[in-house]
């Protein structure tokens, strides 16, 4: 998952946007965020756009019992969301094969984050967030492990630990296993489920993310139909990047192949972050992005799919995505 740091959560207009902050291209923006009458207020080249609000998480100031600061163990994404990655290391990082768009260990060497987290830790962390910050739903992802279940004996048990401690919702992300009955263990524990294809042209995942064009695309077919067997319709979504060497048609054919299967396509904009291997790419155009979530939302709307169905996860935050924007 393309967990894009260095931003920040923009509340404006009843939508929520993950919006960087720290990137190079940040400074030709022609929008700005500027104090007002002691509000903040959105201007595009001096023009009053909105006001804006940033969301804030007082459980992050908290810390366990062993002094780990709570902002280690999970955060608050979009308006909403306790977000984590449950193990902050990936089999292929020090490897050839690694996806260039990603900075997981980058988190970690930074001190930022931890490398595993507990089932406990996770629990007493998200009774604190949904008790001080009203937070509705989770997020689990994991890098990929070097054992068969790709990480997903893990995020089960964290899962649990959450499920049991507070009811919430829960989203899990992980890469397609070889053995997809790996994916049943998640049922009754987590409500929805991401299994990230990124780009639907081998080509371009063959330059940009190796590891991923490693895996059959018929594999990433089964491990949807799978998981909407099991979790139903608009509660399995895949990452699909625009702006990593793609055409428009492979986002929006790409799209259809998955949303005809029941699985919600959410599109992101490449967000270049600062460390990672593409932290010098300019992000595609928002008119390119317009164009693409318009398209896409037609084919969701001809499948009977909507952001509003879902139960957990991005796909229902929303913040790293404009797509439900265009869902009328
Ligand atoms: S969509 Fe929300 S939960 Fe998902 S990575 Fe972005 S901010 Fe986090």
Same mark, same amino acid.
């Given at each position: 998952?393309?967990?894009p740091?260095?931003?920040g959560?923009?509340?404006?207009?009843?939508t =929520?946007?993950n919006?960087p902050?720290?990137?190079?291209? /940040?400074s030709q923006?022609?929008y700005?965020?500027d @104090?007002?009458?002691?509000?903040?207020v959105i201007?595009r080249?001096?023009?009053?756009i909105?006001?804006?609000k940033?969301?804030?998480?007082?459980f992050?100031?908290?810390k366990t019992n062993?002094?780990i600061?709570?902002y280690?163990i999970a955060l608050?994404?979009g308006?909403?969301?306790l977000?984590?990655t449950?193990i902050?290391?990936?089999?292929?990082w020090?490897?050839?094969k690694?996806?260039?768009f990603?900075?997981i260990?980058?988190s970690?060497?930074?001190g930022a984050?931890?490398?595993k987290?507990?089932p406990?830790?996770l629990?007493?962390?998200?009774?604190?967030a949904?008790?001080?910050d009203?937070?509705?739903?989770?997020t689990?992802t994991?890098g990929t492990?070097?054992?068969?279940?790709?990480g *997903?004996?893990?995020?089960?048990?964290t @899962?649990?630990a959450?499920?049991?401690a507070?009811?919430?919702? *829960?989203?899990?992300?992980?890469?397609?296993?070889?053995?997809l009955?790996?994916?049943d263990?998640l049922y009754?524990?987590?409500?929805?489920i991401?299994?990230?294809v990124?780009?639907?042209?081998?080509? /371009?995942?063959k330059?940009i993310?190796?590891?991923?064009?490693?895996i059959p695309?018929?594999?990433?077919?089964?491990? !949807?139909?799978r998981? =909407?067997a *099991?979790?139903?319709?608009?509660?399995?979504s895949?990452?699909v990047?625009?702006g990593?060497?793609?055409?428009?048609?492979s986002i929006i054919e790409g799209?259809?192949i998955?949303?005809e299967?029941?699985?919600?396509?959410f599109?992101?904009? #490449?967000?270049?972050?600062p460390?990672?291997m593409?932290?010098d790419?300019?992000?595609?155009?928002?008119?390119?992005m317009r164009h693409?979530?318009?398209e896409?939302?037609?084919i969701l709307?001809a499948?009977? #799919?909507? !952001?509003?169905?879902?139960?957990?996860?991005?796909?229902?935050c929303?913040a790293?995505?404009a797509?439900?924007?265009f869902e009328?």
């Amino acid at each position: 998952m393309q967990v894009p740091p260095r931003g920040g959560m923009f509340l404006f207009g009843g939508t =929520v946007a993950n919006v960087p902050t720290q990137s190079w291209f /940040v400074s030709q923006s022609p929008y700005s965020v500027d @104090a007002e009458d002691g509000k903040y207020v959105i201007h595009r080249d001096g023009e009053r756009i909105t006001e804006v609000k940033f969301a804030q998480a007082k459980f992050q100031d908290l810390k366990t019992n062993e002094g780990i600061p709570y902002y280690k163990i999970a955060l608050l994404h979009g308006a909403n969301c306790l977000a984590t990655t449950t193990i902050q290391t990936c089999v292929y990082w020090n490897t050839p094969k690694r996806c260039k768009f990603c900075t997981i260990e980058l988190s970690l060497s930074s001190g930022a984050t931890i490398a595993k987290k507990k089932p406990e830790q996770l629990a007493e962390v998200a009774i604190a967030a949904k008790k001080l910050d009203h937070v509705t739903h989770v997020t689990l992802t994991t890098g990929t492990t070097s054992t068969p279940d790709n990480g *997903i004996k893990h995020l089960v048990e964290t @899962a649990t630990a959450i499920k049991e401690a507070t009811g919430l919702p *829960i989203h899990a992300q992980f890469e397609p296993p070889k053995d997809l009955s790996t994916i049943d263990s998640l049922y009754g524990v987590v409500d929805t489920i991401g299994i990230h294809v990124e780009s639907f042209d081998r080509a /371009v995942l063959k330059e940009i993310a190796p590891c991923k064009v490693d895996i059959p695309f018929v594999r990433y077919i089964e491990a !949807w139909k799978r998981s =909407v067997a *099991i979790f139903g319709d608009t509660q399995v979504s895949s990452y699909v990047i625009a702006g990593i060497g793609e055409t428009d048609d492979s986002i929006i054919e790409g799209s259809r192949i998955l949303a005809e299967l029941g699985g919600y396509p959410f599109i992101v904009p #490449l967000r270049p972050i600062p460390g990672s291997m593409l932290e010098d790419k300019r992000p595609p155009s928002p008119d390119r992005m317009r164009h693409i979530y318009a398209e896409v939302a037609e084919i969701l709307r001809a499948n009977g #799919l909507s !952001w509003r169905n879902n139960k957990a996860g991005c796909v229902r935050c929303r913040a790293c995505s404009a797509l439900s924007d265009f869902e009328y």
